[in-house]
């Protein structure tokens, strides 16, 4: 017969197992998932995660992979040891300037940006949409994930490329120091 004390501890110990399996449970699950923050993209999420676009795209059946939302559960897929998703991005990303460049009617803007301002400029506009100018993320468009409302309605690359350099001259007065306070925040 056992005492009291004895099934207190056996309910304990069960109960604390059971814990640790959901907790493992729960961790495997997690590894599997992301959760959309603002200024993510399919692109910056396949790179983040080390697993392509493609993947994302097929394992959420995405129709459209530049409409996503902020704490959207996205699956990911287990592929990261196929195709570096760096390659894919660039591939498909080369594919939507294209279309993006066939499609839209486009002014001329020369930016002034070189140097370390260039390579920055260059480093965000990868990690906020792949180098997309046609990404979107609610109500951020664009290769550099501005706000719809600074673009007002025009979405040409010019237009992209000219309000970008505006805004980061504006906030932080170099691409460079737009940069460092990505790296220090996620976001610029």
């Known amino acids: 017969m056992l005492k009291s004390k004895s099934i207190k501890s056996v309910i304990t110990l069960g109960t604390a197992a059971l814990g640790l399996f959901l907790v493992s449970a729960n961790a495997e699950a997690s590894t599997n998932q ?3 923050k603002s200024g993510d993209t399919v692109a910056k999420i396949a790179n983040a995660n080390n697993v392509s676009i493609d993947s994302i795209k097929n394992a959420n059946n995405l129709k459209d992979i530049n409409v996503i939302y902020v704490g959207e559960q996205l699956n990911l897929t287990s592929e990261a040891s196929q195709a570096q ?3 894919n991005v660039q591939s498909q990303n080369t594919q939507q300037t294209n279309q993006v460049q066939s499609n839209q009617t486009q002014t001329n803007y020369s930016s002034n940006v070189s140097g370390s301002d260039s390579s920055a400029k260059a480093w965000i506009a990868n990690r906020e949409s ?3 100018y046609s990404a979107r993320n609610g109500q951020y468009a664009g ?3 501005l706000s719809s409302s ?3 309605g025009d979405y040409s690359a010019a237009n992209q490329e000219k309000v970008a350099d505006n ?3 504006s906030r932080y007065g170099s691409w460079s120091a737009a940069k460092s306070f990505w790296q220090a925040n996620g976001w610029y």
């Open 130 to 132: 792949g180098g997309s």
């Open 150 to 152: 600074y673009l007002n």
């Open 167 to 169: 805004y980061v001259n």
């Open 34 to 36: 992301v959760t959309v």
């Open 143 to 145: 290769k550099y994930q």
């Open 85 to 87: 998703p760096s390659q």
